[in-house]
């Protein structure tokens, strides 16, 4: 399987935290893995992306300063910890994958060719 598994979400109240998980059955080595989300009606928008090579990272505007994407190599796993979380972060989150270093394309959804099914968090105020 080629496509990467999230998990991790869940229903938590405005302030809580939650982490997601996104397990790739492949070698992610030279690969930018990025986080994104999309709710209802919404376009998928980018979350976070770390660069499996040297751990770089790049963040939405939006969750600078509250999610922490971070990668265990020994696993092909990249985590998303989630803090502060507030309603307007509702919304389906997905794992997706390309060749490379996240630049400034990271955030693109037509550059990444493998995703997750996702994993759905909901924020109640």
């Known amino acids: 399987q080629v496509q990467p598994v999230e998990s991790g979400g869940g229903s938590v109240q405005a302030g809580g935290s939650l982490r997601l998980s996104c397990v790739h059955s492949?070698?992610?080595?030279?690969?930018?893995v990025a986080w994104f989300r999309q709710a209802p009606g919404e376009e998928r928008e980018g979350v976070a992306g770390?660069?499996?090579?040297?751990?770089?990272?790049r963040y939405a505007d939006s969750v600078k300063g509250r999610f922490i994407i971070s990668q265990d190599k020994a696993k092909n796993t990249v985590y998303l910890q989630m803090n502060s979380l507030r309603p307007e972060d509702t919304g389906m989150y997905y794992c997706?994958?390309?060749?490379?270093?996240?630049?400034?394309?990271?955030?693109?959804?037509?550059?990444?060719?493998?995703w997750g099914q996702g994993t759905q968090v909901t924020v109640s105020s």
């Open positions: 492949v070698d992610t080595y030279n690969r930018c």
């Open positions: 770390i660069y499996t090579a040297n751990g770089g990272d």
């Open positions: 997706a994958r390309l060749t490379g270093a996240c630049g400034y394309h990271w955030s693109n959804v037509r550059e990444y060719k493998y």
